[in-house]
């Protein structure tokens, strides 16, 4: 891999319009938009299309996941276009998924990262998105909770992507996948404990 330090601007430019991209935060326009309030005030407070969903607005929520899996994906083809570079697209890919999480426009309190994480999988190897997508199709569908399947289908998504893709795509799927883990902290307590809700119950967030 290159580290000239040209390569290493492109990769820094990348990841901060990765994260200005990926740090817009949907889920409280699309909110606003539909007059739901403040999301932030809702449900589980997170800014994700889960909790959109809560307030019963099936569009608004269909077009928070929308727009948050479209964010990753377009931060990753906006830098493939501009670059040619596939280690920079990667980088814009990985900082969006930060930015959606932390985004300074929020003070860093963000969500989870689970659809902008799938988005910036399909851009960057679309086999291995289908197949982290089918596998949160199935685990809900199976288990009926979103986090669990969130969880289980982005632990999977390194082992798709060092078989369909490469070592660095690999690579970025396990450090997302890490993050959504620790950002299911709470998720994962529920699912023990038996008290997390299942897709279509009204609290708590997945």
């Excluded at 569009?59 to 479209?70: C, K, P, Q």
């Excluded at 830098?79 to 596939?86: A, C, D, K, M, N």
């Excluded at 620790?182 to 307590?189: L, V």
């Amino acid at each position: 891999m290159d580290l000239s330090p040209d390569i290493m601007l492109i990769h820094a430019l990348a990841g901060f319009g990765g994260y200005l991209l990926g740090s817009v935060p949907f889920g409280i326009v699309i909110a606003k938009l539909f007059g739901l309030g403040d999301l932030r005030q809702i449900g589980s407070g997170n800014i994700g299309a889960t909790n959109v969903l809560r307030t019963g607005n099936k569009l608004a929520a269909f077009l928070t996941l929308a727009l948050d899996i479209g964010k990753g994906a377009i931060a990753v083809g906006i830098t493939h276009l501009l670059t040619q570079e596939p280690h920079a697209a990667l980088a814009a890919g990985f900082w969006a998924v930060i930015g959606h999480n932390f985004p300074v426009w929020l003070k860093f309190r963000g969500g989870k990262g689970v659809a902008t994480t799938l988005g910036v999988l399909t851009a960057t190897a679309w086999p291995v998105g289908l197949a982290a997508i089918g596998t949160w199709l199935a685990t809900a569908a199976v288990f009926r909770y979103s986090s669990l399947a969130a969880l289980i289908a982005l632990a999977a998504a390194p082992v798709y992507a060092w078989y369909f893709a490469s070592p660095q795509h690999a690579i970025m799927a396990g450090g997302l996948a890490l993050l959504a883990w620790i950002r299911h902290h709470e998720n994962i307590r529920r699912l023990l404990t038996g008290e997390e809700s299942k897709i279509g119950q009204k609290k708590k967030d997945a």
